[in-house]
């Protein structure tokens, strides 16, 4: 017979016991569970790596890029375009430009004409950078949110479907792009147009060798390119669906990779020119005659110009380049596009052919001597010019359509006034670096212009894509006047 004390310690050990097996057997379980539990970490990592340069390249590119609008309410059809261009990629450029245009134009947006006419928008209009680079859903997300447009400030989000007719305005021209992902040399950018009909289209960019292909190179089979968009670590989907190797083209593999690593955007030397054409932009020259002037005067000028980032056209005197070459070479040195205002400002339609031909030959002479081996453009003295000293100038005569009468006036007040009450798209103005209260007045001007919507540009950026002609005469560019510039009137050429 068990005594108490015994049976006691029985049923304790009996309980330890059973304790015991139970840790051994739940230490054993993790152990079995654990060797046969995937290894996420590594997967998990990679993927937090990748949303993070991502994010960052997104970041990067929304620092990088320019807005653009045009959008006119009064315009047959109505155009509603928001764009970003960006410094440096010339390619990228140029193929939004050029497709823009053709949709304008297919559209009919060109009002019967050979050429788009440039709308003056507020700058108001344009987006905030980031609305060219919205942040895309979490990976887990459907695709289709992917990539959605941000509006311009104050005009309620829309975003229809690239393919949908739902929303679509057959009298308006709706359209802009976006960054669909970004990552070492490469961007993929989306086109997307929302009425009058709907269509999309991808480009991609090396941006090292600044070349612009569409989309479609990245694939070994068709797609459509509405169907194209990215995570939020910016891998590529076709459809929400992570797109395979398989489906990738030699280079579509290569970019791939590519967009999981930091980007690397190029560095242009000067930012001051628009990313766009004056094709497409409401542009105007803002040019100067008769210096160099006093050193002070024209250093004035040049920080004014400096300050607000753009390029002016000077068109200098011969002789006053001899008198200060140090003046007129320091404005070289700027980056501005400088010219030639023959040597003594003679008034060429009273002067000898033979006299002009030494005018204008000599003030080239001296600039060249100054490094400036373009050939300068001429803008006669008084914009005096008839036949028989236009055919003896023998190439073009830059003339122009706002005259602020600074030169006569020498009022700030007034130069300012006239500048935005008479300058629009295409305009060619007039003022002279040699008078203190015209550059008093500089800052004044600068701003009118830019907060007409108007791109200051330099004479040749503002007649880019027509071709001078040997004594014709340019005043202006667009459909604005019958003396301006355009691809059905290219110049003017005195009777």
């Not at 007045?441 to 503002?462: H, I, M, N, W």
Request: charged share 20%; hydrophobic share 35%.
């Amino acid at each position: 017979m068990v005594s108490l004390p015994d049976r006691r310690d029985s049923i304790v050990y009996s309980v330890f016991a059973l304790a015991s097996a139970l840790t051994l057997l739940i230490l054993l379980s993790g152990s079995i569970v654990s060797a046969h539990r995937p290894e996420a970490s590594a997967t998990d990592a990679t993927i937090s790596a990748d949303r993070t340069t991502a994010e960052a390249n997104r970041d990067r590119v929304s620092a990088a890029i320019r807005s653009y609008a045009v959008v006119s309410e009064k315009r047959s059809p109505h155009l509603n375009i928001h764009v970003f261009g960006l410094p440096g990629a010339s390619s990228l450029n140029s193929a939004i430009e050029s497709r823009l245009l053709d949709r304008i134009e297919h559209a009919h947006g060109f009002d019967g004409r050979a050429a788009f006419e440039p709308v003056q928008t507020a700058p108001v209009h344009r987006w905030p950078t980031t609305g060219f680079t919205p942040p895309v859903p979490a990976s887990s997300a459907p695709a289709s949110e992917a990539g959605r447009e941000v509006p311009e400030v104050g005009r309620a989000p829309a975003t229809p479907s690239a393919r949908g007719d739902e929303n679509s305005d057959h009298n308006s021209i709706d359209l802009s792009n976006s960054v669909l992902s970004a990552g070492g040399h490469y961007l993929i950018t989306a086109l997307r147009q929302r009425s009058p009909h709907p269509q999309t289209t991808v480009l991609l960019t090396d941006l090292e060798a600044d070349t612009t292909v569409d989309a479609q190179k990245l694939f070994s089979a068709r797609i459509d390119p509405a169907d194209l968009s990215a995570t939020d670590t910016g891998t590529l989907t076709l459809a929400g669906e992570p797109v395979e190797r398989d489906d990738l083209s030699a280079l579509g593999r290569h970019v791939a990779a590519a967009l999981h690593t930091p980007l690397e955007l190029p560095q242009p030397s000067d930012q001051r020119s628009p990313d766009f054409s004056c094709a497409l932009l409401p542009c105007t020259a803002l040019t100067y005659d008769d210096g160099p002037g006093d050193a002070e005067t024209e250093q004035a000028l040049l920080d004014a110009a400096d300050a607000a980032n753009i390029r002016l056209t000077y068109f200098l005197l011969g002789r006053n380049i001899d008198e200060s070459p140090d003046v007129a070479a320091r404005i070289i040195a700027a980056g501005h596009e400088v010219d030639n205002h023959t040597y003594r400002h003679l008034s060429l339609d009273r002067t000898e052919s033979a006299t002009i031909r030494h005018e204008v030959n000599r003030t080239q002479k001296s600039l060249r001597a100054l490094g400036q081996n373009q050939h300068a453009l001429v803008r006669p003295p008084y914009g005096a010019l008839d036949r028989r000293s236009a055919h003896a100038l023998a190439q073009p005569a830059i003339v122009w359509d706002v005259d602020t009468g600074d030169w006569q006036d020498k009022d700030p007040k007034k130069t300012v006034s006239r500048v935005k009450s008479k300058t629009r798209p295409g305009s060619v103005v007039l003022m002279h670096s040699i008078h203190a209260s015209t550059v008093e007045a500089a800052p004044a001007v600068f701003s009118a212009v830019a907060d007409k919507g108007l791109y200051a540009v330099t004479v040749r950026e503002l007649f880019a894509g027509i071709d001078w002609e040997p004594g014709g005469s340019y005043f202006c560019r667009g459909y604005a006047d019958e003396l301006c510039s355009n691809p059905e009137h290219p110049s003017v050429h005195k009777d």
